[in-house]
């Protein structure tokens, strides 16, 4: 099992930028892929961006391509989300998740084993 904990979430104008965070406890010395969704009211979870476990391969929806980076501290057990440009759009509850085989990449919710329970970002206009 492993436990993941997302924070850094929060009210921003369009425009600007959060980082979020998701950090990892318990079974952490296995090594999973991570990836990040958001799930705004109303609408169906969305795949937002996903990490390999040696950082080296990143995937993006194309809706934050270019705005958003994903990465991670693996001596933290720690990945983020740098969120730039942010536009109101964005506004949803983002989840962290946690999957193997570590050396692959998802955009299927259903692919994660863990979740976190989520940080809430809102954009203004």
């Known amino acids: 099992q492993v436990q993941l904990v997302e924070s850094g979430g929060g009210l921003v104008q369009a425009g600007g930028s959060l980082r979020l965070s998701c950090a990892a406890s318990g079974r952490t010395f296995n090594r999973y892929a991570m990836g990040w969704f958001r799930q705004a009211p109303g609408k169906e979870r969305e795949f937002v961006a996903a990490?390999?476990?040696?950082?080296?391969?990143?995937y993006y929806a194309d809706s934050v391509k270019g705005r958003f980076t994903i990465s991670r501290d693996n001596a933290k057990n720690t990945v983020y989300l740098q969120m730039s440009s942010l536009k109101p759009e964005d506004t949803a509850d983002y989840y962290c998740a946690a999957r193997t085989p570590d050396y692959t990449t998802s955009p299927l919710w259903e692919d994660y084993s863990y979740w976190g329970q989520g940080t809430q970002v809102t954009v203004s206009s």
């Open positions: 990490i390999t476990w040696s950082g080296g391969s990143t």
